[in-house]
């Protein structure tokens, strides 16, 4: 620790001027008690009062210049002056006890309207005495406690090894000292925690003052409806056309989102937003990616990616925010070679010149073979569109690597939260979605009759076949038969002419239409009272267009669930989740009676059913709020505005808000996120470092036997046999999905707006 006088730094002018100034004042001070008795009384107080009014004053002036940069504690923001501020903060200890002295003295000698007076000093006494200067205890270092206790280096792992980096390393870059480390052990711990957020910050955390932003340079947008601005952005570099679908699909659907945007801002507030900076980096485009999505889409390639990222494009641009489009490295590489941090050390994520990005998982691999070093400063800008989703055992490297499930997708090592899901699998990610496109409008739907048609979900022939190859789509022939005996079943499929030979595994009595439009797709819809799923594929638009069009979805239900264990599809993808039907969102978030979910084996249970549906002669349309166009606004907006993960890492959670969250105990060998389900909530992962303690455990009336620290995906939680409570040493593997059996997890759960699931009811 540093001895209080001992000056460390050369104090820049204005600090000295300030000094001056004090030490002027203290100087008139003393030559005023001397000069007390030689002047007249009259005189005297007349010349005192203005003498000493006019020296406070321009004393408080510089104080109040000054204090912009003179941050209290021991660290300062921009210079590190610490041992000059304890100086002075004796001096003006001793200063405002002789003023309030002179001050009554005055009183005594004129009987004046204190009024003047107290109006100069009191603020100067109130705010400064309350909660910086403290002479005594700053001398006696009680805010240099830079030390890390035991429990700290428990829950900041990092902190220590980062300690250490900087005691050798902090003189290997400039810009260290720019943030004000100066060498002492203080400042060390203060950068590493307010500046990167590895370190606890709790000793300084009172008296750290924030940096006022400067609100004149804030640019304010409302939301923008020209569609020739967004095709400005979108030009493929290297005239592949590789936007050509994209660009397609935005045309197509503009009026319906500026409608939308309309519609949205009757509801909430979408004016006066801040203007982001936006970058997003389609990777799948890029020819490095060998996928040739770009040569491909329209030639029938997965478009499933396209849609999601044409409807992201469409939303950020109609939000009002700047766009930069990217789908080549060397694009990437010419934007980040720009950024002025990219060239530095420094962890700052202060005046970064992109605030958000979205990329996927190639182009993440660009841009961390781009960005190199600046990769850490980034990728909490980073937002990953990753349709799958990736759970937290099979994001952290070293975990997934232990454990045997690192494949070439997982082992990214952000936060879970930053990877964005087309439908909302785990709560871990973020649920992105897209927008299921509405074809027909109220007047093309007028002349449609509903026939008695079972319409067959699937495109391609090989999804009839009863595949002896996997089990586990026996027995479709037979579903279909008992289909038959209520309705006329109609299929999709695409017929190809030149390989007629081919044996077919549709059964003969299905009327094939071939591969349709999307627009007469929804005409055969409007025909159908059902559409029936056979298992595959996975989690499609086409069951949520079924039910918009007024069509039942009869959802195939999976007695052993359908993962990565035993579905090849699933192989290699970052996530355990187990399907319980083909597409377990209409199950558990739409459900009866726009959706059955059914045992197709079961011929009595699929008959009941199709009765059941057949009686309700009512047919009803429905389309989740959050596939629509303003649902994704509203969805996306609301990230936009409160996700920040740049934020230093231990904060509590400040979104969603504590009004959402309660806290729930889970069943024995229950996941937080069935625990949550079963009371109507929504694990919410955010807020799990809130309740990583053994105080929230006794609040939850659990008295810890024994409190451990593990890294792994079931804490915190507690044995409840032994009473033996488990937090989690590992701020990434907090998990949504982990379970353990003889084990009780703690689980923060937020509720949800029906048909807006990502997003709590004060979450707007
Ligand atoms: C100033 O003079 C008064 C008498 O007029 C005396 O009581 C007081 O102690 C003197 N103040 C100082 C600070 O010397
Ligand atoms: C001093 O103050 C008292 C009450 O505030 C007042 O009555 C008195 O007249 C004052 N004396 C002078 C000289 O102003
Ligand atoms: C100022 O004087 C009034 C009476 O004139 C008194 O009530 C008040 O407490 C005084 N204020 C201060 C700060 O001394
Ligand atoms: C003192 O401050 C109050 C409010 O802060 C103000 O109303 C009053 O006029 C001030 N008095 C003088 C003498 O400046
Ligand atoms: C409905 O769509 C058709 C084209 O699909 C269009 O010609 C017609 O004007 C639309 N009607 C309404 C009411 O929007
Ligand atoms: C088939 O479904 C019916 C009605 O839901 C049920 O009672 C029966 O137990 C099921 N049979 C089998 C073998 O699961």
């Not at 050509?244 to 309309?262: D, H, N, T």
């Not at 008992?482 to 190809?496: F, S």
Request: hydrophobic share 35%.
């Amino acid at each position: 620790m540093v001895s209080p006088w001992r000056w460390r730094i050369i104090p820049n002018s204005r600090q000295l001027l300030v000094l001056a100034c004090l030490l002027f004042l203290f100087w008139c001070m003393t030559l005023y008690r001397v000069s007390n008795f030689s002047l007249g009384k009259q005189k005297e107080s007349e010349v005192l009062k203005n003498e000493i009014i006019s020296l406070s004053e321009k004393y408080v002036r510089a104080l109040s210049r000054e204090n912009t940069d003179i941050v209290d504690g021991p660290y300062a923001g921009r210079f590190t002056a610490y041992d000059l501020k304890k100086t002075m903060a004796v001096l003006l200890e001793s200063m405002l006890e002789r003023l309030s002295r002179l001050e009554n003295q005055v009183h005594h000698v004129m009987n004046v309207s204190n009024s003047s007076l107290a109006n100069l000093t009191r603020p100067l006494l109130t705010e400064q005495s309350e909660d910086s200067i403290h002479a005594e205890d700053l001398i006696l270092g009680k805010t240099e406690a830079c030390m890390l206790t035991e429990q700290d280096k428990q829950v900041y792992t990092k902190c220590e090894g980062k300690l250490e980096w900087m005691r050798q390393m902090w003189q290997s870059d400039a810009c260290y000292a720019s943030y004000g480390v100066d060498g002492s052990e203080c400042s060390f711990l203060m950068y590493l925690s307010e500046v990167e957020g590895w370190c606890p910050k709790r000793t300084w955390k009172k008296n750290v003052k924030v940096p006022i932003e400067d609100k004149s340079k804030v640019q304010y947008i409302d939301t923008k409806d020209d569609i020739e601005g967004l095709m400005k952005i979108l030009v493929d570099p290297n005239e592949r056309q590789g936007y050509a679908w994209i660009r397609m699909r935005i045309r197509k659907m503009w009026p319906k989102w500026v409608l939308a945007a309309g519609n949205l801002k009757e509801k909430q507030k979408l004016e006066k937003r801040r203007r982001k900076k936006i970058l997003v980096h389609l990777g799948l485009l890029s020819k490095q990616s060998g996928w040739g999505f770009a040569e491909n889409q329209f030639k029938g390639g997965p478009l499933g990616e396209l849609v999601q990222w044409s409807d992201l494009i469409c939303t950020l641009y109609v939000l009002g925010h700047q766009l930069t489009i990217t789908s080549e490295t060397y694009q990437l590489e010419k934007i980040l070679s720009q950024l002025p941090a990219a060239n530095s050390p420094c962890q700052s994520r202060t005046d970064l010149p992109v605030h958000i990005i979205y990329t996927d998982i190639v182009g993440l691999r660009q841009f961390k073979r781009y960005v190199k070093g600046g990769y850490g400063k980034f990728s909490c800008l980073l937002r990953i569109v990753d349709s799958f989703g990736t759970e937290p055992a099979y994001n952290l490297r070293m975990y997934a690597k232990a454990h045997k499930i690192l494949t070439s997708w997982g082992g990214q090592d952000l936060l879970p939260q930053q990877f964005f899901t087309m439908f909302p699998h785990s709560p871990d990610n973020s649920f992105m979605g897209f927008v299921v496109e509405q074809h027909l409008n109220d007047s093309d739907v007028k002349g449609i009759k509903r026939e008695n048609w079972a319409l067959v979900y699937g495109k391609n022939d090989y999804m009839y076949e009863n595949a002896t190859r996997v089990s586990l789509y026996r027995g479709k022939d037979k579903y279909l038969n008992t289909i038959k005996k209520r309705l006329e079943v109609h299929g999709t499929v695409y017929v190809d002419e030149k390989a007629k030979t081919k044996r077919s595994y549709m059964p003969s009595f299905v009327t094939n239409h071939g591969l349709q439009k999307p627009e007469d797709f929804h005409i055969l819809l409007r025909k159908s009272k059902i559409f029936v799923g056979l298992g595959f594929p996975y989690e499609g638009p086409a069951p949520l267009e079924a039910i918009a069009n007024g069509a039942v979805y009869l959802n195939p239900k999976f007695s052993t669930p359908h993962s990565s264990k035993n579905i090849q599809f699933f192989k290699g993808k970052p996530t355990a989740r187990e399907l319980t039907s083909q597409h377990p969102y209409a199950e558990l978030f739409i459900g009866e009676p726009y959706v059955y979910t059914v045992n197709m084996h079961n011929d009595t249970q699929v008959l009941k059913v199709l009765d059941k549906i057949l009686q309700n002669k009512e047919f009803t349309s429905h389309m989740p709020y959050e596939f629509t166009e303003e649902g994704m606004l509203q969805r996306m907006n609301a990230y936009i505005e409160h996700q920040n993960w740049c934020q230093f890492q231990k904060q509590e959670a400040k979104w969603p808000p504590h009004s959402a969250i309660s806290f729930v105990m889970g069943a024995d060998g229950q996941s937080c996120k069935d625990a949550c389900w079963q009371q109507g909530l929504i694990c919410e992962p955010s807020h799990f470092l809130q309740i990583n303690s053994a105080r929230s455990m006794k609040q939850a009336k659990v008295d810890c036997s024994r409190e451990d620290y593990v890294a792994d995906i079931f804490y915190p939680g507690y044995d409840p046999h032994s009473n033996e409570c488990v937090f989690q040493k590992e701020e990434l593997l907090f998990s949504c999905v982990g379970q353990k059996t003889n084990f009780r997890r703690f689980c923060p759960c937020r509720n949800y707006i029906k048909g807006q699931t990502a997003l709590c009811q004060e979450c707007l």
